[in-house]
């Protein structure tokens, strides 16, 4: 089965194009904003570090959770 990661799919600059509609570069410009909003996010709803809620998410990184965004 293929890996549909961040770190996989990075390297290949076609495929990455082809599955998000933007190049690498983009994607790293949206990178800071997506986690400041992220993280913002997080912590209004109450999610710090020391509430922990429920089943863990599956995306490890914040490239995995934008990268599955787009």
Do not use: C, W
């Not at 293929?2 to 390297?11: F, H, L, P, R, T």
Request: aromatic residues 12%; charged residues 25%; hydrophobic residues 35%.
């Amino acid at each position: 089965m293929a890996e549909y990661s961040y770190n996989a799919i990075k390297g290949k600059a076609k495929t990455f194009r082809a599955m998000t509609g933007i190049d690498l570069g983009e994607f790293n410009k949206l990178l800071p904003y997506f986690h400041r909003a992220y993280t913002a996010q997080l912590i209004v709803d109450g999610h710090d570090s020391e509430t922990k809620r429920g089943r863990p998410g599956n995306l490890a990184t914040i490239e995995d959770k934008l990268f599955s965004i787009i």
